[in-house]
Structure formats: C-alpha cells, structure tokens
C-alpha cells in the first residue's frame, strides 16, 4: 500500500506514539516504500557486527526508522503546535501543503 508523502526532508516534527513520544525532531531522510523517516538523534540503535574479509568485528550505530503515521508536522515551534497536512492550489495554479488546523494556512 503505498502511502501520500505529505511529510519532507528537513520538516520537524513531533513523535505522537510508541517509546519516543512526545520527543521532537527534524526528518533526515524518508523511505516512501517502507513509510518510515530517520528522526535526527531519534531512534539509534547499536548493532553488532560480525568480522568478515572487509570490516572488522565490533559495534556499529544504525539508525532505526520511525513510520510515518506515528508523526505530526510542528507548525508553531514556540508553542509546539501539531497540525495534519493537506493540499491545496493557490492563485497561481501550484500545488502547496496547507495546515488543517491552523484554519488551512499555508506551510512554508
């Protein structure tokens, strides 16, 4: 199933459910095929690894993806006000991403 990419590379956000709720940060990279997004200091894990003829034996930080519907758009970073995400065509005929809940203004 493959899902609207309303979120972007460089959005911040707030995690809204699982072990890092309520935790804010900003979106490094998004994987549309697996719905997941790699929160900046969000989400590290350490993996180790085994000795092969290339890389030695050790330990190794991966970061580990969020999905995307566990994630909310911070429109205000004062107040860290949450909004869901739609779209809209404005006077010039371009697509942009509108805040529901900040009465459809646009997102910058």
């Given at each position: 199933m493959k899902a609207i990419k309303r979120l972007k590379t460089?959005?911040?956000?707030?995690?809204?459910?699982?072990?890092?709720?309520?935790?804010?940060?900003?979106?490094?990279?998004?994987?549309?095929?697996?719905?997941l997004a790699l929160i900046e200091g969000i989400g590290s894990r350490t993996r180790h690894m085994r000795a092969t003829q290339h890389q030695k034996a050790g330990k190794?930080?991966?970061?580990?993806?969020?999905?995307?519907?566990?994630?909310?758009?911070?429109?205000?970073?004062?107040?860290?006000?949450?909004?869901?995400i739609g779209y809209a065509k404005n006077t010039d005929g371009k697509t942009i991403r509108i805040a529901r809940q900040a009465n459809n203004r646009e997102i910058k």
């Open positions: 460089g959005d911040l956000v707030k995690i809204i459910a699982g072990s890092h709720k309520n935790k804010t940060g900003k979106i490094v990279k998004i994987s549309p095929s697996d719905n190794k930080e991966v970061q580990s993806g969020i999905h995307l519907s566990n994630l909310k758009l911070i429109i205000d970073q004062k107040t860290n006000a949450t909004s869901r």
